[in-house]
T-cell receptor
């Protein structure tokens, strides 16, 4: 179990630029989640995938945000035309998936910290 | 909809004394509740979970939490604090046994005084 891997760990960019983050889940985990955490706050849900299907998107995920998981393995989160308010830690989590009643824990990566200049 | 309220943004205790981090929840359905810990610049680690089994749940590193439906609370406790417990703690609620999106509280920063 190599854990959830996120790349890069840190990204500094100028306002208006596009950025893309990558998340590699634990192998054989069907579900993949993206969360955003701003300074002093708890993480907020953005979106999640069951295999390659994007099942739910938060209202926080504006039109400038897009997430993909093309082959049901790794996922990318792209932010277009970045704004100051996009500065945050972006966290990825994965889980085996399932509809209950057995709990399937979400395993988190260390996150990508985005700073907008 | 579901939500959690962490009643203290910052808690300080002396090493070796008990820890109490308070959390109240709101949920339209039977919730699943969790406590996660986050050390600086790291991801989140699951401490313990409640998914409708025993109301007193034990987690890692000596932490416990008790689900009290009548009080809509899920407070986190530890009998004796250790320096390594200093971190940010999040109370979390979810549906479907936790197999859906997690809704986090705003966090409680725990400081341990030597």
């Amino acid at each position: 179990d190599t854990g959830v891997s996120q790349d890069p760990r840190h990204k500094i960019t100028k306002r208006g630029q596009n950025v893309t983050f990558r998340c590699d889940p634990i192998s054989e985990h069907n579900r993949l989640y993206w969360y955003r955490q701003t300074l002093g706050q708890g993480p907020e849900f953005l979106t999640y995938f069951q295999n390659e299907a994007q099942l739910e998107k938060s209202r926080l995920l504006s039109d400038r945000f897009s997430a993909e998981r093309p082959k049901g393995s790794f996922s990318t989160l792209e932010i277009q035309r970045t704004e100051q308010g996009d500065s945050a830690m972006y966290l990825c989590a994965s889980s085996p998936g399932g509809a209950g009643p057995v709990y399937q824990p979400q395993h988190f990566g260390d996150g990508t910290r985005l700073s907008i200049l | 909809a579901q939500s959690v309220t962490q009643l203290d943004s910052h808690v300080s205790v002396s090493e070796g004394t008990p820890v109490l981090l308070r959390c109240n929840y709101s949920s339209s359905y039977s919730p699943s509740l969790f406590w996660y810990v986050q050390h600086p610049n790291k991801g989140l680690q699951l401490l313990l979970k409640y998914t409708s089994a025993a109301t007193l749940v034990k987690g890692i590193n000596g932490f416990e939490a008790e689900f009290k439906k009548s009080e809509t609370s899920f407070h986190l406790t530890k009998p004796s604090a250790h320096m390594s417990d200093a971190a940010e703690y999040f109370c979390v609620v979810s549906l479907n046994f936790g197999n859906e999106k997690l809704t986090f509280g705003t966090g409680t920063r725990l400081t341990i005084i030597p």
